[in-house]
């Protein structure tokens, strides 16, 4: 299977000593790849086949610069094509001043609405905003109870109609946002198929009945080349202004995110990314753009970390040296509590460049054996821990006896514990080499100086010791 | 006209090209030109069927129609259909045995509680006792929406309060099953993404619980969505390792979505695909056929 666009690339172009330009051969060998790229990454065919022209334009144009391959030049024209794409910065929600604002959420079954919609209340009630959420799902056995058990959750109040028209509960629901002083109204819709023309009908009745300042359709990152086919159809029949992509926290590659940018114009506005209401964030896409790509994401594990940093379970040292690589047994064994936390390991590793290996090297790992890796660790000294290299054959002896457990395991720790400290200073080198070609915010990492966490520049030389200082950086 | 249609006109035009093709078929033999087996490609593609399932069938047809003499369109076209039905493995429908339970499972959305709750008014109808288990204790009011089915169907329901084990759930349904001598045990989970490790393990241990209680043979099946794209695979996957699958129920086919990639996942897993959902209604969760499947792929 296909796992990083970039590395195959390189390898296409790696029998090519660095020229001008770009021959027209060498452009249709990685045509060719980042066809099989976009198609695996769900991209819509009519779209790929159109975006993979304009590449090869763009490419035989080019001159191949003198800091970059040939390869890494279409890397480049492809990501700033695909960011273009991708609506190139970010599309921030846009409200007017009226009292209360509507937010419509429209989609098909099963993309996420009401999940959404819990989401996006929580979001901008931090806001400052006053959100009350309105239950206009009469279809769907429960649905209305779900979004109350959401609302009761996140203590967002909730209403649900008396009667059992959609369009009658919407407007109902305005009302009640009036007297209860709510300043933001969000109505959940039914789910509904494209090529249901009651339904969609219905839909377009509660648009002219609520006049809502932003309709978001909620697209699940998994869709695949049907997503433009139901994107058009809503975009036709209700002109929404922007879309939510669901469970991005999966590891789908949503170049339906593409496709529909594509076809409709349509911005996507939030990215959803996991089961807890404060995992709806902006969405970016450039980092999009390199995921669909398969790329990695280093920049969200970043932000990942920082998140948990502010919720008081990662500190600025961790973050710094999960990134950079300078890290010790302490770390590891932190890094590795974490990185669960943070998802699993296959969450991480999905999110990295070069993302398999480190998910090869850690994919066993349970809840047991880290207890185990821990016990390990903590019969080790402080010298030890921080200075690995010290770990001859009696201290191994020793450290296995004080953790009950054979030199064999003590060996296979280090091992593992080695190879870590390989990949993050592999990922370390990555980060430098994508800081070149990529968006202005890779570049502020790329800069020789990476940074766990860009407030905390200063805090970064805690393990200057010998033996965790990695070269290369 | 939209800019997609028209860009897309390229798209429906091969698979009108596609037939028009077939027609010229007749006249030429097995000389069929490049561009069809292209068009053939691209139809594929659109369907879902994934770059290299769709390669590998176009290659595979390639090979085989230039050995074959065919003289009407019909009959390249039922070839077509009823080569790439055969892809799919077709043995091993739970519902066709006697006492059974069910453990559905998939990612969010995909309709595993819809589909429990159709099957369990079904199964009602043949003349089965029916229990339904709500071991979805995670989704807000999940239990209250198989409660309706439930009634509905007319069966009883085994659920918990929110947050409750699951597997505690699965125990008590089979338990229950038991009691009042139940042959058709329908057990609904949360859903989940296959990426999420502590979820998938929650869900093994709802599995080796039921399957330790239940007395009768008990069957995991992936509720997967058919407007899923590639990654549907790797869901497949990662279900099948923690879980050893053993059948597919194909939902929301009544859009536009072909739901090629299920294919590749029967292929790949070796299970068959046992239950359609073509719409809203209870009798629409249908048996699979291969050859309709194959033929709405091929447009």
């Known amino acids: 299977m296909f796992d990083n666009l970039g590395q195959r690339l390189q390898s296409i172009f790696s029998g090519l000593t660095s020229k001008g330009r770009l021959s027209e051969e060498d452009i249709d060998a990685a ?21 993979t022209e304009r590449v090869r334009e763009k490419a035989l144009g ?37 009292m209360p604002n509507v937010i419509m959420l429209v989609g098909l079954q099963g993309s996420g609405k009401t999940t959404a919609a819990s989401k996006l209340a929580y979001l901008l009630r931090k806001k400052g905003k006053k959100p009350l959420m309105v239950a206009a799902d009469v279809y769907r056995p429960a649905a209305i109870d779900q979004l109350e058990a959401l609302g009761r959750e996140l203590h967002i109040p909730v209403y649900r109609g008396e009667v059992d028209d959609p369009v009658a509960i919407a407007r109902d ?31 377009a009745r509660i648009k002219t009945a609520v006049r809502p300042d932003q309709i978001l359709m909620v697209v699940d990152a998994m869709t695949g080349q049907d997503a433009v086919t139901v994107a058009d159809a809503f975009a036709q029949r209700l002109d929404f202004d922007g879309l939510i992509m ?47 790509l398969g790329m990695g994401d280093v920049v969200s594990l970043i932000e990942k970390a920082t998140e948990l ?49 480190m998910k090869q090297a850690t994919a066993q790992m349970d809840d047991s054996q880290i207890d185990r890796l821990e016990a390990i660790i903590y019969s080790m000294t402080i010298k030890e821990r921080t200075n690995p290299k010290i770990l001859n054959g009696s201290r191994r002896a020793r450290i296995a006896a004080g953790a009950g457990v054979e030199v064999t395991d003590v060996n296979r720790l280090i091992k593992q514990f080695n190879e870590a400290s390989k990949m993050m200073k592999q990922m370390q080198k990555q980060m430098g080499a994508n800081g070149q070609g990529g968006s202005s915010k890779k570049g502020k990492r790329g800069k020789g100086k990476p940074k766990g966490k860009q407030k905390n520049q200063q805090k970064k030389t805690r393990f200057g010791l010998p033996g965790t200082n990695f070269p290369g950086f | ?81 009823s080569a790439i039905a055969q892809e799919f493995e077709t043995v091993g429908d739970p519902f066709k045995l006697g006492a059974v339970t ?43 929406q198989l409660d309706i089915w439930a009634e509905r169907a007319g069966v009883p329901i085994v659920k918990r309060e929110r947050g409750a084990d699951a597997a505690s759930v699965a125990y008590e349904t089979v338990e229950r099953a038991q009691e009042i001598g139940a042959d058709l045990v329908l057990i609904d989970t949360a859903g989940r993404l296959h990426t999420s490790l502590d979820l998938m393990r929650e869900l093994e241990k709802v599995q080796r619980v039921t399957r330790d209680r239940s007395k009768a043979p008990t069957f995991t099946v992936l509720v997967m969505d058919a407007t899923t794209g590639q990654n549907g695979l790797v869901q497949a996957r990662e279900f099948n390792k923690a879980l050893a699958l053993d059948a597919i129920i194909l939902t929301k086919l009544d859009g536009t979505a072909k739901g090629g990639i299920a294919l590749a996942i029967s292929k790949e897993l070796e299970i068959p695909i046992v239950r359609i959902g073509v719409g809203e209604a209870i009798d629409d969760l249908r048996p699979f056929v291969p050859e309709e499947f194959a033929r709405a792929l091929i447009g």
Do not use: C
């Open chain 1, 31 to 51: 045509l060719r790849e980042i066809r099989r790229a976009l198609l695996e990454a769900d991209v819509n065919l009519a779209v790929v086949k159109s975006f």
């Open chain 1, 62 to 98: 080019a001159d191949v610069l003198s800091s970059l391959t040939p390869g890494q030049m279409v890397i480049k024209i492809v990501l700033d094509e695909l960011t273009v794409l991708l609506g190139g910065s970010i599309s921030r929600l846009a409200l007017s001043n009226r």
């Open chain 1, 173 to 203: 629901g305005l009302r009640y946002a009036v007297d209860n002083m709510l300043d933001l109204v969000i109505i959940d819709t039914a789910g509904r198929l494209h090529v249901d023309d009651v339904m969609m009908d219905e839909v």
């Open chain 1, 246 to 292: 669901s469970k991005l926290d999966g590891d789908a590659r949503g170049g339906a995110a593409l496709s529909i940018r594509e076809v409709t114009g349509k911005p996507i506005k939030f990215a959803s990314m996991g089961e807890k209401p404060n995992s709806l964030e902006e969405f970016y896409p450039d980092r999009m753009a390199k995921r669909i």
């Open chain 1, 309 to 357: 940093e502010a919720e008081g379970e990662y500190s600025d040292d961790d973050a710094d040296s999960l990134v950079q690589g300078k890290f010790t047994f302490d770390d590891f064994l932190k890094s590795i509590k974490q990185m669960r936390k943070m998802g699993g390991f296959g969450a991480i590793a999905k999110l990295l460049p070069g993302g398999e290996a």
């Open chain 2, 1 to 81: 006209m939209s800019w997609y249609e028209k860009l897309n006109s390229g798209l429906s035009k091969s698979r009108e090209r596609l037939s028009g093709q077939l027609n010229a078929l007749v006249g030429r033999g097995v000389d069929i030109d490049e561009s069809f087996w292209e068009d053939l490609e691209d139809t594929l593609i659109m369907a879902d069927l994934g770059l290299e399932a769709s390669e590998d069938i176009v290659a595979r047809m390639k090979r085989e129609v230039a050995t074959k003499a065919f003289s009407s369109t019909e009959q390249v076209k039922e070839y077509l259909v």
């Open chain 2, 102 to 144: 069910i453990l559905a499972v998939g990612i969010n959305g995909t309709g595993k509680t819809t589909s429990i709750g159709k099957l369990a008014k079904q199964g009602v109808d043949e003349g089965r006792t029916v229990i339904l288990g709500s071991a979805d204790t995670f989704r807000a009011a999940a239990g209250e």
